[in-house]
């Protein structure tokens, strides 16, 4: 079955960095589009789109508040989709989350916190 696995998560200050990963499973991963999404803390608040990056790694979006900090990338050799976040802000806060839509079905990792803080 599809498996979505992120790591690289935890707690870091203003202004460093983290890599995120998510290993993925279960279906041929080159042939689709990767997303990454977060959730920040509070009640009510939806998940958002916080970048996507094409199947051969070739074109990339991203969320205007992340632009020029966070960067897309991927090894389809190893099945691996990457965020890597530069100049974190206490805003950037939330489980961040892999996903893939397969057959009009989203497919969704169990998340990895990154916490910005002092």
């Known amino acids: 079955q599809v498996q979505l696995v992120e790591s690289g998560g935890g707690l870091v200050q203003p202004g460093g960095s983290r890599r995120l990963s998510c290993a993925a499973s279960?279906?041929?991963?080159?042939?689709?589009?990767m997303r990454w999404y977060r959730q920040a803390p509070g009640s009510g608040r939806e998940r958002e789109l916080v970048?996507?990056?094409?199947?051969?790694?070739?074109?990339?979006n991203y969320l205007d508040s992340v632009k020029g900090r966070f960067t897309a990338s991927r090894d389809n050799a190893k099945n691996t989709v990457y965020l890597q976040m530069n100049s974190l802000k206490t805003e950037d806060t939330a489980v961040y989350y892999c996903?893939?839509?397969?057959?009009?079905?989203?497919?969704w990792g169990q998340g990895t916190q990154v916490t910005v803080s002092s």
């Open positions: 279960g279906f041929v991963f080159s042939w689709y589009t």
């Open positions: 996903s893939v839509d397969l057959s009009d079905i989203r497919h």
């Open positions: 970048a996507s990056i094409t199947t051969r790694g070739s074109s990339s």
